[in-house]
């Protein structure tokens, strides 16, 4: 019995080992450039969840300054209630927002070459900077500025490599040969980017009095972007630790029927 | 075996006329099983449990799936975000794609450890290899309908293989693309194909079952069941078990659904696919790697270092040939085998041999992840070469020299001595 159980507890070992294996073998594929420090979310662990305060700050972050170049483009504007706007705060945010209209009675789109516009609705997606990605590499001198709704999955490491590379802004080493229009940034991959770094303290103006550091934007517009990326993130762990403490009791009901069903063999 | 008497005259009546009570009576109740299988017995079941969660989710998907380039990626996003619970039949579905290859994988090198394909049980291995490679193309198209980075470039990378058959592998490869490169045509045919082999799957696993309930499941100490004090019935003992490994099961399958969703996936395929970006590396999913590192270990010199070779082979080509006979020269294992002797539990020199190869395996999966150069590729040739060689020429040999030991008189024999002996 106890030879089983030295057992099983190697197997266990050995299933860790490998796992946390994976893990660090998945992180280090990364490439030439730093890796992130790790940031405590607090969407991360079983417990995780949004901080409603902190994503409201993260979409002025997003809509002050990343939105001239960046899209997020899954987004609705409805979708902002889900981050605490009430309707009458969503429909003050696309007071000033217009979207390219349906046809007309004439069944026109566009007059003299124009489309023909009006005001947004919370149906509406948020609005893109540029109509196309030529337009917006004509805009930003060659460079294509990503959708960011899927940023913080599409990345190792998503969210600590956001936040690095929003703060990791620095001056070339000497001996680095930075290209015509690119910035320095150990965090990017190849250590060189055409977006200037966008933040800086007092960029914007917090509502709930928060100072706006560059440290303090970043994490909150990394927030936001966490979730952009990830919307149901919130539900789904609530639901999987209910799930999980079903299946923990379902289980062990499990085994003690097994138990006394075997019982009868031995 | 006994005909089962009904007493509900309906069950009676249809039993009477299409005896599916009596069928499932005598495959899943009193259908005899060797009283001493362990819990690595369970893989079985699970794998048919995920093939069923796989099929039952993937239908659900595909009521909100648009297979097309400019669509397919938004429809998933969409199905993520506006669905109702959406994200929780994407996520079963995606994750479960890796447990359905956890499960097989230990199903598979269970088998190989209690030398389960022996006589006379070859044809029931070889129909399971057949459906592990239907798993594995089931798998391939399922994860190029996303349409990310890694979904566009994987099936570009793994289509371009089938260049290297002589003379017809252009003619293949356009006729595999519906085109001249992967696009929307590819997408759709391979919509429709990914829906389609799990279906001949579910008639696989039937042909599996069907051979295994003929001679009934091998067991840890690889001898026949010898008569009724050796076999129980699978209804109520083996249902019990199997309920409690599902359980566990879920708790594993679910804690990666709920709480670390993508720890198995690839985050450039939250990147939408796009032909004139290459991701810096393609890397396949986790449970492809040992033969993406096979399919990469044989030498861009070939001719070269295997110089007394006759016959004149691209690197690709053997690469390719080293990657496909990696899979199918598992369908000889029963006659590479030579031992008469099942279980490794009796093969002293088998027993590590196993664990090697088990090892062999992890390693070129982890060598599979990496770029192919430097001490990656030197130990990728290594744990390849090693590969070919346990199943070539140390399977054949060692059941040749081997000093097995001896075997149990029955099962009934072994359990209930060590039973006695454990409780003394």
Not at chain 1, 135 to 148: C, E, I, K, Q, V
Not at chain 1, 163 to 179: E, I, V
Not at chain 2, 211 to 216: I, R, Y
Not at chain 2, 335 to 352: C, E, G, H, I, M
Request: contains cysteine.
């Amino acid at each position: 019995m106890i030879r089983l159980i030295y057992k099983r507890a190697m197997l266990a070992v050995c299933l860790f080992v490998l796992f946390s294996l994976i893990n660090t073998s998945i992180t280090q594929a990364a490439g030439n450039s730093a890796p992130p420090d790790k940031q405590s979310w607090t969407t991360n662990g079983l417990f995780g969840h949004f901080d409603r305060q902190q994503l409201k700050r993260g979409w002025q972050v997003y809509n002050e300054v990343c939105s001239s170049c960046h899209s997020v483009r899954l987004i609705y504007y409805r979708n902002l209630a889900e981050i605490g706007f009430s309707s009458d705060e969503i429909k003050e945010i696309i007071a000033d927002v217009e979207v390219p209209a349906g046809p007309n009675e004439e069944g026109e789109t566009h007059d003299d070459g124009e489309p023909i516009m009006r005001p947004a609705k919370p149906f509406d997606k948020i609005v893109l900077p540029y109509p196309n990605d030529l337009a917006s590499r004509a805009a930003n001198g060659g460079a294509l500025p990503p959708d960011l709704s899927l940023m913080t999955k599409a990345r190792i490491n998503g969210a600590n490599y956001v936040h690095a590379l929003l703060t990791g802004y620095k001056d070339a080493p000497s001996n680095f040969k930075l290209s015509e229009d690119m910035h320095y940034n150990p965090y990017f991959s190849g250590s060189q980017i055409a977006m200037a770094a966008p933040l800086s303290d007092d960029g914007v103006e917090y509502n709930d009095g928060t100072k706006a550091t560059v440290e303090q934007m970043s994490k909150d517009v990394t927030a936001f972007l966490i979730w952009t990326a990830e919307p149901e993130l919130e539900e789904r762990k609530r639901l999987g630790l209910k799930v999980m403490l079903f299946l923990l009791v379902f289980s062990a009901m499990l085994y003690a029927v097994k138990r006394q069903v075997w019982a009868k063999l031995h | 075996m006994s005909k089962p008497t009904w007493k509900n005259p309906i069950v009676k009546w249809v039993d009477h006329r299409l005896p599916v009570f009596t069928f499932i009576d005598h495959s899943l109740v009193t259908y005899p099983t060797p009283r001493n299988l362990n819990y690595f017995w369970n893989f079985g079941s699970l794998a048919g449990i995920v093939l069923v969660i796989m099929i039952a989710s993937g239908i659900v998907l595909a009521m909100n799936y648009t297979a097309n380039t400019s669509m397919a990626f938004d429809s998933v996003e969409r199905i993520m975000r506006d669905v109702n619970y959406g994200w929780l039949i994407r996520y079963i579905h995606m994750n479960g794609a890796s447990m359905f290859f956890i499960v097989v994988y230990i199903h598979i090198f269970r088998g190989m450890y209690y030398g389960s394909y022996k006589e006379p049980r070859e044809l029931l291995w070889i129909i399971g290899i057949f459906i592990f490679l239907a798993m594995m193309a089931t798998a391939f198209l399922g994860y190029v309908l996303p349409w990310g980075q890694m979904s566009f470039w994987g099936a570009t990378v793994i289509t371009n293989l089938f260049s290297v058959i002589p003379f017809f592998g252009e003619t293949i490869v356009q006729w595999l693309w519906s085109g001249f490169s992967v696009d929307n045509p590819t997408l759709n045919k391979f919509f429709s194909l990914h829906y389609l082999l799990p279906f001949i799957i579910f008639g696989l696993v039937f042909l599996h079952l069907w051979a295994l309930h003929t001679h009934k499941s091998n067991n840890p100490l690889g001898i026949d069941i010898k008569g009724d004090k050796d076999e129980i019935p699978f209804h109520p003992y083996y249902t019990a078990k199997d309920a409690f490994g599902v359980g566990i099961f879920l708790l594993f399958f679910l804690g990666f659904v709920f709480f670390a969703p993508n720890f198995f996936g690839e985050p450039d395929n939250y990147i939408e696919a796009n032909p004139l970006v290459t991701p810096p590396h393609i890397v396949p999913e986790w449970y492809f790697l040992p033969y993406y590192a096979i399919l990469r270990a044989v030498p861009d010199n070939f001719i070269d270092v295997w110089g007394f070779l006759p016959v004149i082979i691209p690197a690709k080509t053997a690469g390719v040939i080293a990657m496909f006979s990696s899979i199918l020269l598992l369908i000889l294992l029963p006659w590479l085998d030579t031992s008469k002797v099942r279980s490794a539990n009796f093969r002293p020199t088998y027993f590590w041999l196993f664990w090697l190869f088990v090892i062999d395996t992890i390693v070129l999966g982890f060598v599979g992840a990496k770029p192919a150069e430097g001490t990656w590729l030197l130990v990728g040739r290594l744990a390849t070469l090693y590969y070919f060689v346990h199943l070539v020429i140390l399977m054949p040999l060692v059941g040749r020299f081997e000093k097995t030991k001896p075997l149990p008189e029955s099962i009934s024999a072994a359990v209930v001595g060590k039973d006695a002996k454990e409780s003394s």
